[in-house]
Structures are given as C-alpha cells and as structure tokens.
C-alpha cells in the first residue's frame, strides 16, 4: 500500500496545469506565429514542428492544419500534406485556400480529376481566384497529356509519350505512375540509363514500389543482362503478383536465355542445323529485346558461315548490325563472309569501320588484308584467264596455256567475222599474259603478293603473245593451222 501511495504521490507532482480555453487558443497562436516565421525563413522543418505544436493544442482550427499543408508541400511531402488539406476542409468547407492545397496536392500527385474538384470548389467559393483559375487549367492540360500518351503507347509512339510525360510531370512533379510511364517508353527507346535512373529514384523512396522493381528488370534485359533481369521481374511480382507486365517480362526473359543457351550449346557440340532452329525460335520471342535479337542474329550468321551458306550469312550480320550498329563483332562475321564471296569493297566498308571504333593491331590486319584483296581483284586474273586454280602447279599451268593458246590462236579463226577475229585475238593476248606472268616465279610472286607489276621493268604491254607462243612450242619448221572440214582445224609443226 505504502508504494502505491508513493507512486500516486509522483503521478500527481508531474500533472501538467490544466489552461483554460483562452489560455490554449493564445499558446496555439503563439506556435502558429513561430511556425510562420520560420515559413518565411524557408526552415520548413522548424515550421512543420511549430505548427504541429499549433495543431495539438487546438485540433479543430482549419487553418493550421493548412499552414502545415503548405509546408509539407514545400518539403516535398505531398501525400502528407494532401492529408492535412483535407482536413483543413473538413473543418472548414469555406476555406479557399485549403481547397487550392488540397487540389494542388492531387494535382503534384497525379490525380488531375480530382484536383479539378477541388480548384472548382475553390471557384465556386471565389469565382474570381486567379490562382483557382490557373490550376484548374493545368489540371486540365495534364488530363489532355494523359489521353494522348495513352493513345501513342499504343501506337508504340514512345518519344510522343516521353514528350507527354515531361510536360505532365512539370505539373504533377510527384507522381510516380507518369515517371514509370516515362521510364518504361525510355527503356522501349534503349535510353537505358535515363530509364534507370528514374526507376532508382522511385525505389529509393519506396523500395516495394512494383512498377520501378518492373522498369529495372526491363532495362537490364534490354541491355541482355537477362539473369539480373529475371531476379527483378520475380521481385516485382512478389510485391505485385497479378503485374502482368512483369510476369509477361519474365516469362519471355527465361524462355530467350534458354533457347539461347541451348542454341550455343548445339554449335559447341557442331551440330550447326539444330543450332540455326534454336536462335530462329529464340529470335521469335520478343522482337523488342533489340541488344539480345542483334546477338542472336549475329550467332545465326556465324552457324550460316559453318553451312556455307553464305549470302544468309551475310544477311543476317546485316540484321544484327541494323539493331545494334556498334556490334563489332557483326561487323567482323560479315566482312569475312565478303571476303570469302570476294565481295571486298564491302569487306574493306566493314573493316574501316571496325578499325575506327577499336584501333588494335588485328583490325588493322584485317583492314590491309582486305584492301589488298580488293586491289588484286582490280587487276586482270591470270588465274581464271587460263582457267586453274591459285594453287596450280607448273605443269597445270603449262598445259592450260596450251590449251587456251590453240583455243585462242587468230590462225583458227581467220574464217570468222571481223568482230569474233577481234574477240580471239584479245583473249590470245590476254592468255600469253597470263602465261607471261604465272610461269615466272619471281612475277607470279609479286602478283600473287599484289605487287604492281610493271616495277622493275616488268612492263605488261612490252610483250608478244605471238613471240611467247612460238617460244612455247618452238620447231625449226614453224607452225600452222590446217582445216581438216568445215569448221575443224588442227595444228601441225613444219
């Protein structure tokens, strides 16, 4: 008992003075007036105390409750202070400017329908507010730019919407749902570090938030950073399970990595036709994923190469590289299938722009190799002149001189008409030429090098096909030609 006694005794020595209701009402004032000076001093954070001290002490008066309104808006808390609005209204449904706050409150946090109620109910307690007229305008503006990127999200205008977007947001600063909007139509556009961005802002002040955890993942899978990708998607359906978005972006995530990979594996094992079925179904998938679709088109031209099917090759690197135009290794996959078509003005374009984006010894390699090609393919080709391959042997290119020297010879043809006589006589010239040149190591070398040939006295148009021919099947007693029928000749030493 006698404790109990001692602790009444301390419960009564600490209860505060009771005040009367003018007491209360000139202490509440007083923290009103503090609240005020510190507004004006822009301390909002000393302001929102005082005149919550103002509200504590008398809870029913309208205007500290928008006193605090105003600054939690200045803070940047507009949910908070929307709070504080209304009930500024339902205390006073006369209060101008508690209706203006709480409009401004739902229009800074999206709600654009609903500020329009408020700032009409603010006109119709004072028609001509200025400020009331203005906001109710603006609230307006944002419905318009909300029905128009809605439509352009549909039409997949992303840059329309972004563009929407900025305006409406100079308005609703605060809403989250028009900055995932932006964000979402940034990533579609592969502005992925604006998008993230925007996302990262949102997350920090809402970590749960299923909509930013959605546009992260997005972006990271546009940037073929797919496993991430996955792990943001699952996280944005654990805040949000019915998210379709989401749950949409996962599914189609683990079914590219999979086929991908699977895709991967058959060329490793080179089974290069299983290979080409899995990255055209992987290409299926999502036509939006531009980064991952560039790689797998540039995978499929590589399985095209190892088939030999080069024109599809060709085309495909040709489709990785309009996706992705800074993909080097497309570029490097084409132009070799150019060089090996002999396509080498193409083959040196690649080259050049593979050397200009990444200076390394290799690529300068590649790019003199392929201009050495295209130079060798400028000049006449010896080797298709005497119909044999660059790997012909001496007696192979001898006997194809042969050949193509009787075939060729102006004798033969001195029946036919001026211009095939003509014709005849040039392809003689052209197959002594060639002779000239590929029986001669040192000159086969040089033009097998792609060496100018008429260095060192090597003067092409200083020849005789006439002199080398006879040099090649010599005879005291010459040559003719004999007709043996129409239309048939055959050659005989003297």
Do not use: W
């Not at 400020?131 to 840059?159: G, L, M, S």
Request: hydrophobic residues 35%.
């Amino acid at each position: 008992m006698a404790a109990a006694a001692e602790c009444d005794v301390v419960m009564a020595a600490t209860e505060p003075e009771l005040l009367d209701d003018e007491e209360v009402k000139r202490e509440a004032e007083s923290f009103k007036e503090q609240g005020n000076a510190y507004y004006a001093k822009k301390d909002y954070n000393e302001a929102y105390n005082y005149y919550t001290k103002a509200i504590d002490m008398c809870p029913k008066n309208a205007s500290y409750y928008g006193n605090r309104a105003a600054t939690l808006m200045m803070l940047g808390k507009f949910r908070e202070a929307l709070g504080d609005a209304q009930q500024s209204v339902r205390l006073d449904d006369s209060f101008v400017r508690g209706h203006l706050r709480e409009g401004k409150c739902h229009l800074s946090l999206g709600n654009a329908m609903a500020a329009c109620r408020s700032f009409q109910r603010a006109l119709e307690l004072d028609h001509k507010n200025a400020q009331a007229q203005q906001e109710f305008k603006n609230a307006n503006a944002v419905i318009e730019y909300e029905k128009i990127a809605e439509t352009d999200f549909e039409k997949r205008d992303f840059r329309k919407v972004v563009f929407c977007m900025d305006r409406a947001l100079e308005y609703a600063p605060a809403c989250h749902r028009f900055k995932i909007l932006k964000a979402e139509c940034l990533a579609m556009l592969g502005r992925y570090p604006e998008a993230q961005s925007v996302a990262s802002d949102i997350l920090r002040m809402d970590s749960t938030n299923a909509d930013a955890l959605y546009v992260r993942g997005l972006c990271l899978y546009y940037e073929d950073c797919i496993e991430k990708a996955v792990q943001f998607f699952v996280q944005a359906l654990r805040m949000a399970p019915d998210h379709e978005k989401a749950c949409v972006a996962c599914r189609n995530a683990k079914a590219l990595k999979a086929k991908k990979e699977d895709g991967n594996k058959a060329f490793k094992e080179g089974n290069y036709k299983l290979a080409y079925e899995l990255y055209t179904e992987a290409l299926r998938i999502d036509p939006n994923n531009i980064k991952t679709n560039a790689k797998l088109y540039c995978n499929r031209g590589t399985v095209n190469s190892k088939l030999r099917k080069l024109d599809d090759a060709i085309e495909d690197c040709t489709n990785a590289v309009k996706l992705d135009d800074t993909y080097i290794k497309a570029y490097l996959r084409r132009a070799q299938c150019y060089m090996d078509t002999e396509q080498y003005e193409e083959a040196v374009r690649d080259y050049e722009k593979v050397y200009q984006t990444e200076k390394t010894k290799e690529h300068k390699q590649l790019l003199k190799n392929a201009q050495l090609e295209l130079k060798k393919s400028k000049r006449k080709d010896y080797y298709k002149i005497l119909g044999v391959d660059k790997n012909a042997s001496e007696d192979e290119i001898k006997k194809a001189y042969r050949k193509r020297a009787l075939m060729h010879h102006p004798d033969r043809h001195s029946g036919a008409s001026a211009e095939v006589q003509k014709e005849e006589e040039k392809k003689f010239k052209e197959v002594g030429e060639a002779f000239t040149i590929l029986s001669d190591p040192k000159k086969k070398t040089r033009y097998d090098s792609g060496q100018d040939l008429d260095e060192e006295g090597m003067n092409m148009g200083d020849f005789d096909a006439n002199n080398i021919f006879k040099a090649f099947f010599g005879g005291p007693g010459g040559f003719s030609f004999e007709a043996s029928g129409p239309g048939n000749f055959f050659f005989q030493f003297g």
